[in-house]
């Protein structure tokens, strides 16, 4: 089999069909997920040990596949026909298993159907802002549009911290230098650390993983630097729990006032399944004034998800207000809007 030339297939399959997500796995036909549903290619034969040994040499490099065999998983991207994929590679059973997620093309906030308010955030001088929510849920593309609306619209130093490296930006008004770890950089914290050096204005950081690298990130928000991260969390309270938590006990009260003066707003998005076809965010946001800075410095983040059901003429989203206005506009099933809701019984009583 030419892996190289069955692989763009597959991808072009995954294209046609909308799908986001290829798994390649031994003893299973190759398999896409098209509109939250995993469906498998019939007509493509059952995978065997050397098939999926063979794709993952198709997609990276001699030396990274080296790699992989040592430490037995691995994040990579590359692209097909102008295509960007994201992948990560990992042992089942003594074999090689694949999953691979088309990455969309950097476009318009509008283009995403999010909120407007959520560009003021890509025009702020300095601040942490964070957009959170489940695994694959359009964390990273929102992100990516909020970058490219600075590269659009300003002269400004920009560099992302990534592992991988998933879209790459087009020519615009700043510098943006991207930066993949294992590959520029040994880490996300060395990374970060080096960023104090490089006259930067943004910072994107792909993932924060530690707690290390997070101080590091609150840090550079204080000292003058626009950052954008994310964390898979469900909530903004939730957010800032975790946040906090992934601290030594003697630090948290320290982080609590870092990030009480330096974080600009929380964003949680969820991709929901539409009536009409195709998938639709619900959203979340909490903006950061003074009643959230001192909730956030008092530990008193349980009282957040009040100040956001209130604030809506601050600008704040609430999901549930959000889940209602999409079933009312008839984008959504009032089932999906339970299944994605963080308080159904406040959601039962807002329909």
Do not use: W
């Not at 040994?53 to 994040?75: N, R, V, Y």
């Not at 009282?303 to 600008?315: A, F, K, M, V, W």
Request: hydrophobic share 40%; with cysteine; glycine share 6%.
């Amino acid at each position: 089999m030419n892996y190289t030339t069955e692989l763009e297939e597959l991808i072009d399959i995954l294209i046609k069909e909308g799908g986001s997500d290829l798994h390649l796995s031994v003893g299973h036909n190759p398999s896409a997920r098209i509109n939250t549903e995993l469906i498998s290619f019939l007509k493509k034969p059952i995978l065997k040990p050397q098939d999926t040994a063979g794709f993952l040499q198709a997609m990276i490099s001699s030396s990274k596949f080296a790699q992989f065999l040592e430490s037995q998983e691995c994040d990579f991207s590359f692209e097909v026909k102008k295509t960007r994929i994201r992948g990560n590679a990992f042992f089942q059973k003594g074999n090689i298993s694949i999953a691979l997620r088309i990455l969309p093309q950097i476009v318009d906030l509008k283009e995403l159907n999010l909120p407007q308010i959520v560009e003021n955030f890509a025009r702020k001088e300095q601040g942490f802002f964070i957009v959170v929510g489940p695994v694959g849920q359009g964390k990273s593309t929102t992100l990516a549009s909020l970058v490219n609306l600075i590269n659009q619209e300003q002269k400004k130093h920009i560099v992302t911290i990534e592992d991988p490296v998933e879209f790459v930006y087009p020519v615009g008004n700043s510098i943006i230098d991207q930066r993949e770890i294992g590959i520029d950089s040994s880490s996300f914290e060395n990374a970060l650390n080096g960023a104090f050096r490089q006259d930067i204005d943004v910072i994107l950081i792909g993932e924060m993983r530690t707690h290390e690298t997070i101080g590091t990130a609150i840090t550079a928000a204080e000292t003058g630097h626009l950052v954008f991260s994310t964390l898979h969390t469900n909530s903004a309270s939730q957010t800032i729990d975790r946040i906090v938590d992934s601290f030594p006990a003697q630090g948290q009260a320290q982080i609590r006032i870092q990030l009480a003066n330096s974080l600009l707003g929380v964003f949680s998005q969820r991709l929901i399944p539409r009536i009409s076809g195709g998938l639709i965010p619900a959203c979340e946001l909490l903006i950061n004034n003074n009643a959230v800075s001192n909730l956030i410095r008092e530990n008193r983040t349980n009282e957040l998800d009040l100040l956001i059901e209130t604030g809506s003429d601050l600008g704040m989203i609430d999901l549930n207000r959000s889940l209602v206005d999409l079933v009312r506009r008839g984008e959504i099933t009032t089932e999906n809007a339970f299944l994605h809701s963080n308080n159904p019984k406040a959601l039962e009583r807002m329909l």
